[in-house]
Structure formats: structure tokens, C-alpha cells
């Protein structure tokens, strides 16, 4: 019974390997180390295509095309050397190594000029969402990089190319924060800058490190030196690179990690402390620092007395923000600090947000309730609002039934759309506690 058993478990052993052997496919050895080294290179077509493809991202960035940018990325040839030098350390050829390094260094300052000349250029100077997305790395650009990068060097170790090299660039995406940080250097904003060359670092760096370890997984051969001490030499300098590799990498992504959870816990804080029948959310953002982080939050609609905000405050510490500031700002009192159209985007999405039944089970008491002021969020929502005024009225029918609804009047300089009048007539229904809300707009 013992040897059938060892017996079923070698088979399935063998079975397993099988199933996951890297080798299965794998192109000859020669022919990678030549396609990788080929491609490291960074003279002549390839040079033109970098700078053809950093205009393009650009130029995507800048009309906040998400389907240009994605074009951009794949011809993008920036993936040649970071390979390279994962090659070359993975094969203690520190030649390949001290190339992929010179060609990425040399790619990386021609794209940052490139970038920064046409931001320089264009008229278009305003940070859109495709930029803005590049300038705040998180712990999943680490997870990426990583992933995508062994993907990519698996494909181009097998002897029929897959798709998987072109996803691999779109998924790291080593083109748009190069873009972003030449914008940053056009523009002078320095945090842009740096934040996106610190994410296009991190995919540099993760997509080398996923290269060596897949070429040692892979046991490509080495190489061998005449004189033992020029290869303890060698060896030596790479194992000092893939240490000072490594070691920022590991730093920035504990970085990463706390402020990831830290905004992960503080968007659970807000959605779940600040949930007020009269009182909205417009506004939130987070500041990640040690010296306090910060959760700034923006109302509109019934203030909130002190009492209940420190209630608030003290229940920070139950979801892990005990050295966390909260910040609360209340009412519509400076254009200068407010964003109207954020604030009327939030009120809107509130509104969708809602499940219809809550609007069906408002009591018919409400209907008897003071009608609340209505004109500062009225100025938000409408860009050519002037006057309104409200009244609970008992509409007649000729069957002599009738029905209590409200009325409201709104007076603008500009048409209203048939689709903003179907929203503000839902938001009314929910901020006047009213079952029927008759809109009428002069």
C-alpha cells in the first residue's frame, strides 16, 4: 500500500513539473541573451522611436487620452535596457550590466527633455487626471512592476513572442511618468517631478529585479572568467547593485504600504463617521505625514455642531488614526478655497448614490416640515442660478383627489438640461423630505 501510494505521488510530482516547467518552449540561450542585448541598445531607430513615443504620451497626457497614452507605451522601447541589465546580472556578466544601465540612464534624460520641451511648448499647461494618476505611487505600482516584469522576461525567453511583451508595457507603464516628470521640470512643480520619477524608478527597478530572478530560475549559464579574481571582481559589483537596488526599494515600499492603509482607513473613517441626513460630504482628501497625517473633510448643507465633530475626532483611534488631525470645514463661506464644480459633482454623485426606496419610504409627516434654505447649494449646482422660492402647496385633480407636493421656482440666467432637471429634481425630493417635488424654472 506504501509503494502505490509513493508511486501516485511521483506521478503527480511529475505531473506538476511539468505543468510549470519554464523550460518547456524555451528559446535557445544564445538567442535571448542576443535579443535582449540587441535591444538594450539605444542609437539610431531605437533612439527616434523613444522620442516618437515620449511625444505621443505627451501629447496623451496632455489631452488626457488614455487611448494614446496606451499607444505610446507600446512602441515604447524602454523595456531593452531595463532587461539588459537583469540579464546581466543574473548571468554575472557585468559588462551587459554597465550597458543596460548606461543606455537606461541615457533613454531617461533624452525622454525627460523631450517631454519637458513639448510641456514647455504647448498652450495646454493644465494637469489633467491621465497626469495626475503618474505622481503618487502606490504599493500596487510596486506589485505591477513586479509581476508584469516576470511575465515580460518569460515571453521573451520562449521561441514563439506572445502578446505578453506589449502588455507587460502597457501594464507597467515606464512611459507616462517619464512624461510627467518632464511636465514637472516644464512647469517648475517639483513634486510632480519627483514623484513621477520615483515611480518610474520603482518599475525600473522591480522589472530588473523580476528579470535576474527569472534568468537564475532559469539556470542561464554564466559567465567564466580566465583569472578568478576578475570574476570575484564582477561578482562582487553585481551583487553591490542588486543590494543597492533592492535595499531604496525596500524603504520606498514600506512608504508606500503605510500610506496606502493609512488612506485606505481614513476613506472608512469619513464614509462611515460622516453619515448625516442634512449634512454632505463634498469633499476629502488625505496628507500621509509623520508629523501629524491629516484628514481634511468639506460639508455643505446643515452644519454640524462642535460637540458632534469631537465626538468624531474621538473615534479615531478605533480605526488605527490615533496621530491623525481631522479637519473640518463647514459651508460655502470662499471661492478662493472651494472648488465649485467639485462641490457640484459631489452633491450630484450623492444623489445616484441613493437607493430610490429611500426616497418612497419618507415618512408623510415630513411633508408638514419647514422647508430648509436651499440657496447656497442651488449656487453650486447652478452656474446661472438668481433666485428661487419653495412652498408645500395640496395640488387638485378632477376627480377630486389631491395630493400635498412641493412647489419650487427657479429663477436662472442660463437653460437648464433636461438631464440636470431630472437630477436637482431627485436631490430636492431628498433634501426637502418631500414625496413629489413639482420643478418649475424661469
Sequence with gaps: METENNQLFKVFKRAVIQRFNLRHDQADEEQVINSITRNSDFVGANLWTLIFAILIASIGLNMNSTAVVIGAMLISPLMGPIMGVGLGMGTDDFGLVKKGIRNLLTATIIGIITSAIYFWITPLDEAKSELLARTTPTLWDVLIAFFGGLAGVVAA????????????????????????????????NYYYFLGALYLYCINSIFICISTFLIIRLMKFKRRSFEEHVQGRKVSRYILLTIF???????YLTYKIVNKSLFESRAKQFVEEQFQFDNTLVVSKNFRYDNNPSKINVLL??????????DSIRRNLKTYALGNAELLVRQGLNSKQEID??????????????????????????????????????LKALLPGFRSYSA????????????????LVVISTNKPVKALQRTQLNTWLIERTKSDTIKLIFE
Design 157 to 188: 525567453t520562449r521561441n514563439e513572442k506572445s502578446n505578453a511583451i506589449p502588455g507587460v508595457a502597457i501594464a507597467t507603464a515606464l512611459m507616462p511618468p517619464l512624461c510627467t516628470a518632464g511636465y514637472g521640470l516644464a512647469t517648475a
Design 340 to 377: 465649485m464644480e467639485q462641490i457640484r459633482a459631489s452633491i450630484l454623485n450623492d444623489v445616484f448614490r441613493h437607493d430610490s426606496l429611500k426616497v418612497q419610504s419618507v415618512n408623510q409627516t415630513n411633508k408638514l416640515h419647514a422647508i430648509p434654505d436651499l440657496t447656497e447649494e
Design 300 to 309: 455643505i448643507g446643515k452644519r454640524l455642531p462642535e460637540t458632534t465633530i
Design 391 to 406: 412652498s408645500r402647496v395640496v395640488e387638485n385633480y378632477t376627480d377630486k383627489s389631491t395630493d400635498t407636493l412641493t
Design 244 to 250: 543597492i537596488t533592492i535595499l531604496p526599494s525596500i
